[in-house]
């Protein structure tokens, strides 16, 4: 069975300090990776899609940046973080495109 | 802009009631509609999805019903349970080429017992 794991759980950060979350797939080989940001009470927005190892699409500017270093890893970061990154991020996989999506259980970000 | 609206923000119902929840798209190339249902602090789950080329969608208790010429969509959730109260959300994507999928506002389900 495949698993999402994120981490870490929860960050409380100071504006203008750097950030780093993760994501692992286990179980699944070549998954189709996402990172969402979803405000307090409010939608989901995608913010990045990987294919494959190395490849990173951004969907959305929100002065954030993710990468592939592995096929099942997925990282969010930025240099600076801003009030406005406040909310739960969510890592993703499909097996392809309109299939479901998995989500995993989410990182609760508060910059401060 | 808004591609994929919902209605209504929140909707409460007695144990029993059928909810029936809204949602509507603007790009006529969506041909994929997952529904998800959230918990507070989870991630989303997939729910139940159609796809444009039917007009209707059932499992168990969850019903989409499909209108491609209003571009409408709607969830019925018959026999409502308290346990089915969290939120819902409706979205869309396009299958050619596309990776995106946007979702609606979502809709705040509350079944009281």
């Known amino acids: 069975a495949q698993t999402i794991h994120q981490w870490p759980v929860a960050e409380i950060k100071a504006v203008g300090s750097p950030l780093s979350l993760g994501c692992t797939i286990k179980?699944?080989?070549?998954?189709?990776l996402y990172w969402y940001w979803q405000a307090t009470g409010g939608t989901l927005q995608q913010l990045f899609y990987s294919i494959t190892v190395g490849q990173v699409e951004s969907v959305v500017q929100l002065n954030l940046s993710a990468s592939r270093p592995k096929d099942d890893q997925f990282i969010l970061s930025t240099e600076k973080l801003l009030l406005s990154h406040s909310g739960f991020y969510l890592c993703?996989?499909?097996?392809?495109?309109?299939?479901?999506?998995?989500f995993g259980k989410g990182t609760r970000l508060t910059v401060v | 802009q808004q591609q994929v609206r919902q209605s209504p923000q929140s909707l409460t119902v007695w144990e029993g009631e059928t909810a029936i929840l809204n949602c509507s798209y603007e790009?006529?190339?969506?041909?994929?509609f997952p529904w998800y249902q959230q918990f507070p602090g989870e991630g989303p789950a997939l729910l139940i999805s159609i796809s444009s080329v039917s007009d209707k969608k059932e499992d168990g208790r969850f019903t989409i019903f499909f209108n491609k010429r209003e571009k409408k969509l709607s969830l019925h959730i018959t026999d409502s349970q308290p346990g089915d109260s969290a939120t819902y959300f409706c979205?869309?994507?396009?299958?050619?080429?596309?990776?995106?999928?946007?979702f609606g506002s979502g809709t705040q389900l509350t079944v009281m017992p």
């Open positions: 179980g699944k080989s070549s998954p189709n």
């Open positions: 993703a996989w499909t097996q392809a495109a309109n299939t479901e999506v998995f």
């Open positions: 979205a869309a994507s396009a299958s050619s080429g596309s990776w995106q999928l946007i």
């Open positions: 790009d006529s190339t969506f041909n994929y």
